[in-house]
Nanobody, 114 residues
Framework: QVQLVESGGGLVQPGGSLRLSCVASGFTANNYGMTWYRQAPGKERELVAGISSIGRNTGYAEFVKGRFTISRDNANQTVYLQMNSLKPEDTAVYYC???????WGQGTQVTVSS
């Protein structure tokens, strides 16, 4: 069965960094593009970043460009989101999503606060 398991969320100070991981199982990751979304309480879920099947192409929302980096390690079936220069408005639950499979992880909480 298809499964996506996120980890790496937590509490961080403004200006700090976190690295999120999404480990995939039940399918071959190198055949699928992957994305990260986020959702804050009372707000719409929004696309943060995406990466193509073998990592050659990436894309970012304007509000994270220059601060976040998406990458993948297909040997370990894992997608990462490196988040630097974090701001309070980055506080949200972050989700891994595979568009072609319409499959979501359960999310990991990121809280940016002093």
């Amino acid at each position: 069965q298809v499964q996506l398991v996120e980890s790496g969320g937590g509490l961080v100070q403004p200006g700090g960094s976190l690295r999120l991981s999404c480990v995939a199982s039940g399918f071959t990751a190198n055949n699928y593009g992957m994305t990260w979304y986020r959702q804050a309480p009372g707000k719409e879920r929004e696309l943060v970043a995406g990466i193509s099947s073998i990592g050659r192409n990436t894309g970012y929302a304007e509000f994270v460009k220059g601060r976040f980096t998406i990458s993948r390690d297909n040997a370990n079936q894992t997608v990462y989101l490196q988040m630097n220069s974090l701001k309070p408005e980055d506080t949200a639950v972050y989700y891994c999503y595979v568009p072609s499979l319409r499959s979501w992880g359960q999310g990991t909480q990121v809280t940016v606060s002093s």
